[in-house]
């Protein structure tokens, strides 16, 4: 199904910081909890353990309250028991013990065993540091993958310190656990915001070993919802503020283990029952068609769910995210600032790490109010080009250090100047489109002669991994030439970079050429009044041209007339009535304030009509309703 809608309340795509604080100076969020949600890490055969390392991280750090799956506190409870008993028991107590697990790992139990021993016993000596070094190398050379995985856990697992007397913890009905940092809740008093009542919790950590089979991920939303209403304690008064961490894997119509009308359900019941500030979540496959699906309430208008609450989510499109060495505690405390305005994109850095991952963890952020979803303002990081920006900028925008391109807009009419003095000829930003689905993107020039010609093609098919048709075409691209010998720059005409997860042999019927070492990437080009395709035959040989069809600008004309309108017929008129729509107070965003509980709801609908308002006002004429792109 193809979108027909424009939203219009993150032209420029970018949005201020926002202060958290209210009338009062009281701090934007006051109480803190982590939701980790998986049943499947730990299994034989997967080698997944992202879910894994944050709650270990968490229990290291102590950072704040953790409500799990059950499921995952198992492994980190036999995990530590696991270890804790290939040191203490001789082998024939420690294989009975453990003959479930010689019984899932077959030939591999007693290679796992061993290494487990290596990886507990400490050195003595020179000599036996030498002789297990090359044990170790001997065996990870023959453990399948999800072992070698299982291995590192455990090895974190016994160097973490965990003393249950420092927690209090229990399960929560037949499908979670709690676990509180005593300090935490000591901190915190009568406003923890959590029920611990005694009839109802017991020990966790008296399981026998069990392997830890995929758990019963079925109805997990509700049965989570169901866990809420008895472990968060009402609020009589607008004392407490939650800042909500939530992770679990993802997939296509699925966010962090929830199904996409359990997440919603989810959001709903914090509008509606929990006081909460700052809602942020870590999925692979976060953002993209799921992101439409999620907050779009009415598909046929484009009209978005609103929530009383900040929300951000790492990943700008559809693709994996990976877990990366988080910072929880500076996240919540930049959430808990006091007559502060905060740093959003710091706060975002901390959880998701995007600066080591941009491709990946790049986070999209929603304010109340707002209409849609944007990366924070880190502008030497990302640039960011709306439909109204590409509509009313005519001057060329310089690129300084930024490491993604961020298309919003079908069309970018003026030139991007790539900066004279990158780090290295190599060192190209990454261009990602916004659009969702299937999307075009037509740029008038690209002056970039200090980028190799190569690397500056890859940059356009290196985001993301998904399975819809990105065409990104150069009517002019200067640049750096390692194409051919003699030229140190070259201007290449009508340049094709297209990723496309579709029959690729449609596109040689259209251009004559087909990558071989890539289906799904296609890349072509006029030069000197000659058409090439560029393609890589291996490794070794690099990359070459092909010379193809001399039809080729023509051919590429007529395939990306399937993305008509994607030309934007922006009048003088119409460039000013944008200009004054979206003015710089309109740009800078909004000041708001958490509502108390009973107010949520109402706040909730209040931002619904602010929101239709905002777009009856900023209405543009019939043609732009009916272009492609999603997010102004």
Not at 118 to 126: D, H
Request: aromatic share 12%; hydrophobic share 40%.
């Amino acid at each position: 199904m193809r979108i027909h809608f424009v939203l219009l309340g993150v032209a420029l795509g970018q949005c201020a910081y926002i202060m958290g604080m209210s009338e009062y100076g009281r701090p934007f969020a006051t109480n803190r909890l982590a939701i980790l949600l998986d049943t499947e890490e730990g299994r034989v055969g997967n080698p997944s353990m992202g879910v894994t390392r944050q709650l270990l991280d968490l229990i290291e750090t102590k950072t704040c309250p953790i409500l799990m799956t059950k499921d995952l506190w198992k492994r980190f409870v036999w995990g530590r028991k696991l270890i804790d008993d290939v040191q203490k028991l001789d082998k024939q107590d420690f294989d009975k013990k453990y003959s479930a697990l010689d019984y899932a790992l077959k030939e591999n139990y007693p290679k796992y065993i061993e290494i487990l021993q290596l990886g507990s016993l400490r050195e003595r000596s020179k000599e036996e540091s030498k002789k297990r070094a090359a044990r170790f190398t001997e065996l990870y050379g023959s453990l399948p993958d999800f072992l070698v995985v299982w291995h590192i856990v455990a090895m974190v697992i016994l160097r973490i310190h965990f003393n249950p007397d420092e927690w209090v913890y229990g399960n929560t009905g037949e499908n979670f656990v709690l676990l509180i940092p005593k300090e935490y809740q000591e901190k915190m008093g009568k406003t923890l915001g959590l029920e611990l009542g005694r009839d109802r919790y017991e020990s966790v950590l008296k399981e026998e070993f069990s392997l830890s089979d995929a758990g019963d991920s079925t109805n997990l939303g509700a049965k989570l919802l169901a866990e809420f209403d008895s472990i968060f304690t009402p609020s009589t008064s607008d004392d407490k503020h939650w800042a909500i961490y939530l992770s679990g894997h993802g997939s296509f119509g699925k966010i962090a283990a929830l199904e996409i009308p359990e997440f919603k359900k989810l959001l709903n019941y914090f509008t509606k029952k929990v006081p909460v500030s700052v809602f942020a979540y870590t999925s692979c496959y976060a953002a993209g068609s799921n992101l439409y699906e999620t907050y779009i309430k009415d598909i046929k208008t484009g009209y978005v769910e609103q929530h009383p609450f900040v929300i951000a989510l790492a990943g700008i499109s559809e693709s994996k995210v990976t877990a990366g060495s988080q910072d929880f505690g500076a996240f919540f405390a930049e959430c808990e600032k006091r007559n502060k305005t905060i740093n959003w994109a710091e706060a975002l850095e901390d959880l998701f790490q995007f600066s080591l991952q941009p491709k990946e963890n790049t986070p999209l952020i929603k304010f109340p109010g707002t209409e849609w979803f944007n990366v924070p303002d880190i502008k030497e990081f990302a640039l960011s080009i709306g439909k109204v920006l590409a509509a009313t900028r005519e001057k060329p925008i310089l690129l300084e250090q930024q490491k993604l391109i961020l298309l919003y807009a079908p069309d970018i009419p003026f030139s991007l100047m790539y900066r004279q003095s990158p780090r290295s000829a190599d060192d190209c930003p990454i261009v990602v489109s916004m659009i969702p689905g299937d999307a075009c993107h037509v740029f008038s020039s690209i002056l970039a002669q200090s980028y190799n010609a190569s690397s500056l093609f890859k940059s356009f098919l290196s985001y993301p991994d998904i399975p819809d048709e990105k065409v990104f075409f150069i009517k002019k691209l200067v640049v750096a030439n390692d194409l051919e010998e003699g030229r140190p720059v070259v201007t290449l005409s009508n340049v094709l970079c297209m990723h496309r997860g579709q029959d690729a042999d449609l596109t040689k019927s259209f251009f004559g050429f087909k990558n071989p070492s890539s289906d799904s990437a296609i890349i072509c080009f006029t030069y000197k009044g000659k058409a090439y395709g560029w393609q890589r035959k291996s490794l070794k040989e690099g990359f070459k041209l092909e010379e193809i069809n001399p039809n080729y600008a023509g051919r590429a004309s007529a395939y990306l007339q399937k993305y008509i309108p994607s030309g934007e017929s922006f009048t003088p008129a119409i460039k000013g009535r944008l200009k004054d729509v979206f003015s710089p107070e309109q740009r800078k965003g909004r000041e708001y304030e958490v509502p108390a509980p009973q107010a949520h709801a109402k706040t909730s609908k209040k931002n619904l009509r602010v929101a239709k308002r905002m777009k009856s006002k900023n209405k543009l004429d019939s043609h732009n309703n009916r272009a492609r792109g999603i997010m102004a």
